[in-house]
């Protein structure tokens, strides 16, 4: 069945670049996400890509796609404080119900 | 501007007791989705309904029941309650094939049975 992992854990310095990894197993999924969940709060979209594209840019965030490595990234420039939070990646199952498979969720730690 | 409402926010139970999960939306959304969220696991999807009348099982529906008799509300029931249900659990809706549109979830409710 479909999967999607993530690495757990990152922790990065206030300024620096964060690049939060994802792998995927549908390759019939049409859109991929990146959602973002602060303490006590649901989650929130960050940003998705189109399976065809390979990079979308908005602001600080970068979505990189590799379709061959099923492959997914989220890269945070400038990473401030306020991005500490999960960050979740996500692929559509593929049908017509909106069915999400999530990963575990990337815990991001910024140190001042 | 209320969004997806889920209530309780805490709730803690002892095993083998019932309660119901509210979740209304006021965005006139027609797709709704209950996901629970387990440390370390991700969110699993548990039911979900594509309008009014209609509700389909997720990856993990066992041990809860679901109905949407309106637009507005998706009610997650839980019969008996068990430790393995100890989770924080999310609604979430959308307007329409959320393939290409986001998901709106609830801020949640964290459950635990004990």
């Known amino acids: ?9 990152l922790s990065v310095r206030e300024g620096d670049s964060s690049v939060i990894n994802c792998t995927y197993t549908d390759s019939s999924s049409t859109y991929l996400y990146w959602y973002k969940q602060e303490p006590g709060a649901g989650l929130q979209l960050l940003t998705y890509i189109f399976s065809n594209m390979d990079m979308k840019q908005d602001q600080r965030l970068t979505v990189l796609l590799n379709k061959k490595d099923k492959h997914l990234s989220l890269r945070i420039a400038d990473t401030q404080t306020g991005d500490s939070a999960i960050y979740f990646c996500a692929e559509s199952d593929g049908g017509n119900t909106g069915k999400l498979i999530f990963g575990q969720g990337t815990t991001l730690q910024v140190k001042p | 501007n209320a969004g997806v ?50 509700t389909d099982k997720g990856e993990v529906p066992n041990g809860y029941n679901v109905s949407r008799s309106t637009t507005e509300d998706f009610p997650l029931r ?35 049975v004990l």
């Open chain 1, 1 to 9: 069945g479909e999967d999607v992992e993530q690495s757990l854990f």
């Open chain 2, 5 to 54: 409402t889920q209530t309780p926010k805490f709730r803690i139970l002892k095993i083998g007791q019932s309660m119901t999960l509210q979740c209304t939306q006021d965005m006139n959304h027609n797709y709704m989705y209950w996901y629970r969220q387990d440390p370390g696991m991700g969110l699993k999807l548990i039911y979900y309904s594509v309008g009014a009348g209609i």
């Open chain 2, 78 to 112: 839980l019969e008996l309650a068990a430790p393995s249900q100890t989770s924080v659990y999310f609604c979430a809706s959308s307007p329409q094939n959320p393939t290409n549109e986001k998901l709106f979830f609830g801020s949640g409710t964290q459950l635990s």
